[in-house]
């Protein structure tokens, strides 16, 4: 058999299922629909083992067949390193969750998952001959795909809430993106991005409005699941925004399942979101197949990451939910701030306010007995809390002369 | 032959070579000399191979035989992954330094290559039953030392300059330490905590004050040697403060060369201080085999990691860069912020103001001659620039309502 470095086949549409050629850029499907991206497996099957991923060096793009990039020559490279799983045991013991692993991703590149959403995505524009893209962003997304563009050489404009965490502005400015503020919410973000790449020619980059996003998402799942030995937690607890991470985490699962990698049940996926902007979780109670967009005027939280009142990807993330058996609730900014700090006491890590969401929400599930405490539960923090500043200090410590002397 | 996990033998007198008993805990000796740590590396030799260790889990924990910690047990672990060895090519290519590479420890645990030293130290610390540690700081050594001790249930007293990086604060707060600020410079916090250790019959944690933080600092180069295939790049260029990471560095290469696991001339260390506070380059241009402290008053860099007047370390430090026939020089501010801005925006990196002045010494060298365009360079990046959000902000983007339209 011949050796394939990516064994990406065409795109889906998910939901129309029409098929869409993966050789040229693509964006939405006709129908207005998300694209996913389709795998030989048999070709993965008969050109890899799970050994021989072992033996490749710790990045991402040791499952470069599952990745939609053509070859090693065209990878986009930041240092996207295996990011660690590491035991919670003082808060395990507390919760009774002895098992609890929390999937830290704040060493990833420009310090946030996005990096994986980024490296996979502008990788693959710039072999697919694009030049310049554009996106919408609540900070994060925009610090990394304007990294990875630096890196590509390919010119960007990002557009972001002025609320965003203020270090992001810098991220983007510095590695030269064209970056705007924009007095709103990231869905007028996604407006004038959308409109501006329009009127110039540029790509879209937007969450889900291009396939390969998703793609760089869904290795946070493979890195899982190989960390256990190629074994399923019981859960996995996403904060979710757009829900990129949540939707490529089950596409990541399925094709590992499809792959015959895995066995035994899938990992119940939940959805957790901030009090003060929850239309997934408003929509998973409700039964509905789609979420209604948050009122704009509404929408806030501490998580910044999570003030995302409307997203494109609301069925998949929702059917993955419900397919899962997983649920979706909703915590206050009170408990997130809290938990910030129990979690950096107890154990050392400094979780960002979403990772701390996500948190807060196995606390509660652990108390509603939703959680056994046999189960073995990931909790994704998806970046680096040293990027919320603003949420950690002022510190109250004293001030000492240099000649001051403590007891 | 038994298996060693650690062949930690004894501790030498780096200074008057008064051997000392590694298996209680100890700071300075008797003569002021910073202790440092030797193994048996016949037994290393005997018990371990190259290729044996490339099969470990990607941290610095895969090099334990020639760590102080004695079993897997007593390991105190954030996640401190192999930290990525990224070519800067477009800057290369520029400054005629085609093999120009980055090591860029922002991904360790608290963003800084002080968790290597703060990972081992912390763990050496705990198994020799120490239960409260206290250390001066430039910011980053106290968030990853308690970090570190908040991991292994130490309490920590950390002391650092009301001007070091305020997310700093925040890290040692908030992972439970006891925190105050001193209105001056890391000598002066030095001082204070010091005297409040001995009152206190805590462990003093200060630079070299230890020993085992400089060997958590050697595993750099055990990662730099391991990532170019067990080769010697041509010359190592290292951001100076106290200077542990340079000693590390030279003393990881002795013992790799001992052990017979690489061969070659030894790479060039270069000392790379800022113009502001540069007490190693005074001593190493004079000749001198000891530095004089930089006036408190005078000492100043946006790389406050550099703003150590005087160091411990400072004899070790002249002593490694001279046999290894290296050189040390000062930077300017200025030309530091501008490194900054252009190596992200040509290479995607965003340098901490510290590895920021590595490279500007790189640019140097090289115009001077200093560097030949065939050599491999290894510049280390410290740490995060995302820690330094003041160096880079505020940003001026437009600020655009969301009902507007861009071209």
Not at 302 to 322: K, N
């Amino acid at each position: 058999m011949g050796a394939v470095y990516s064994a990406l086949s065409h795109l889906d549409c998910s939901r129309c299922a029409t098929r869409h050629d993966a050789s040229v850029p693509q964006n939405l499907c006709g129908c207005g629909g998300p694209l996913l991206a389709r795998y030989d497996l048999d070709a993965v099957r008969a050109t890899v083992t799970r050994e021989e991923i072992a033996r490749r060096a710790p990045s991402l793009w040791r499952y470069h067949e599952l990745l939609p990039v053509s070859s090693a020559d065209a990878v986009v490279a930041l240092g996207e390193s295996i990011t660690p799983l590491l035991p919670l045991r003082s808060l395990g013991r507390e919760l009774g969750l002895p098992r609890l692993l929390v999937k830290d991703e704040a060493p990833l590149p420009t310090g946030s998952f996005k990096a994986r959403g980024a490296a996979v995505g502008v990788a693959r524009a710039a072999e697919l001959g694009i030049t310049a893209i554009g996106m919408p962003t609540n900070g994060n997304a925009g610090a990394a795909w304007s990294a990875y563009a630096a890196r590509a050489g390919l010119r960007s404009l990002v557009v972001m809430p002025t609320a965003a965490p203020e270090i992001t502005r810098a991220e983007c400015a510095l590695a030269g993106a064209e970056l705007y503020l924009v007095d709103g919410l990231i869905s007028d973000a996604g407006r004038i991005a959308r409109d501006a790449v329009r009127r110039r020619g540029w790509f879209e980059a937007a969450t889900l409005r291009e396939p390969y996003r998703v793609e760089g998402k869904k290795t946070m799942a493979l890195e899982i699941v190989e960390q256990l030995g190629w074994r399923l937690p019981d859960v996995i607890v996403y904060p979710t925004g757009g829900g990129v991470g949540l939707i490529g985490i089950a596409k990541a699962l399925e094709e590992l399942a499809e792959l015959g990698w895995v066995d035994g049940p899938m990992p119940r996926l939940v959805a957790v979101q901030a009090a003060g902007c929850a239309p997934i979780v408003r929509a998973f109670s409700s039964g509905a197949a789609q979420a209604q967009p948050w009122p704009d005027g509404e929408a806030h939280t501490v998580a910044f990451g999570l003030t995302v009142p409307s997203t494109i990807g609301d069925r998949l993330v929702l059917d993955a939910v419900r397919r899962s058996g997983g649920t979706a609730l909703a915590v206050g900014d009170d408990a997130i701030a809290a938990e910030q700090g129990r979690c950096l006491r107890r154990e050392g890590v400094l979780l960002c306010p979403e990772g701390a969401a996500a948190l807060v929400a196995v606390r509660e599930l652990r108390a509603a007995g939703w959680l056994d405490a046999a189960e073995q539960v990931v909790v994704l923090n998806t970046g680096s809390g040293l990027k919320y500043q603003h949420t950690l200090l002022p510190v109250d410590a004293p001030v000492l002369t240099p000649d001051a002397v403590l007891e």
